[in-house]
């Protein structure tokens, strides 16, 4: 079962920062924290993940808090294409990925 | 990123009648690859997990008998919707995973029962 809180809806300004919150508060030390993302009718697409420290990508930004209860995904510089739906994932290696209701990220114009 | 595809990408099929669904990992071997069922305006659903060679482990409710898996290669799984019925309409998606730790996804197959 998905063990991730995340808000259901956010808009961000094409050109801005958007920063997606979750909660994951019951995480143990061997879980890892994935972000995903699925555009409408497509299949989910990967898009970064972390087990304690800070990870950026070409696509985003992970931070994670010292005390791994929640993390924070960041596109820098948030394009029209960057609506979708998010979402954030614990996982142990080797276990199974189990989806929340994410975030639906609306980049408005 | 890697490459999963799924096929077909849509498919209709009558009420009674058996579709099948293939996930192929294209550019790397999948040790495991697991099914997911998505409903309008819903999350996705684990149904269940599957590894080459290997009986699939199938989550709670998701009937064994009517969703058959078959894993039988590092490159693909295919997923058998049996007596289709139009409550078996939805989204399907696969994903695989290798030695890496993040899992890619397929394109997703739409399926409707009429």
């Known amino acids: 079962d998905a063990k991730t809180t995340q808000p259901t809806s956010m808009d961000c300004a094409e050109g801005r920062a958007a920063n997606l919150p979750c909660n994951h508060s019951?995480?143990?030390?061997?879980?890892?924290v994935y972000w995903y993302r699925q555009i409408h009718s497509q299949g989910p697409q990967y898009i970064i993940h972390g087990l304690k420290n800070n990870e950026t990508n070409e696509m985003a930004s992970l931070i994670i808090t010292e005390d791994r209860k929640s993390s924070t995904l960041i596109l820098p510089h948030a394009t029209l294409r960057d609506t979708a739906v998010y979402y954030c994932?614990?996982?142990?290696?080797?276990?199974?990925?189990?989806f929340g209701t994410g975030t639906s990220l609306t980049v408005i114009p | 990123g890697a490459v999963v595809s799924q096929h077909p990408s849509w498919v209709i099929c009558k009420s009674g009648t058996s579709v099948k669904i293939e996930c192929r990992s294209l550019?790397?071997?999948?040790?495991?690859m697991f099914w997911y069922r998505q409903f309008p305006k819903q999350s996705l659903m684990l149904m269940a997990t599957?590894?080459?060679?290997?009986?699939?482990?199938?989550e709670q409710g998701v009937e064994k008998d009517k969703f058959l898996i078959n894993h039988a290669s590092l490159t693909l799984s295919t997923l058998t919707v049996t007596s289709a019925h139009p409550e078996d309409s939805s989204f399907y998606i696969c994903?695989?995973?290798?030695?890496?730790?993040?899992?890619?996804f397929g394109q997703g197959t739409r399926l409707t029962v009429v």
């Open positions: 550019d790397f071997q999948a040790t495991t």
């Open positions: 599957s590894n080459e060679g290997s009986k699939a482990t199938y």
């Open positions: 019951t995480i143990s030390g061997n879980e890892y």
């Open positions: 994932i614990v996982r142990e290696t080797g276990n199974q990925f189990y």
């Open positions: 994903s695989a995973i290798s030695v890496r730790t993040e899992a890619f």
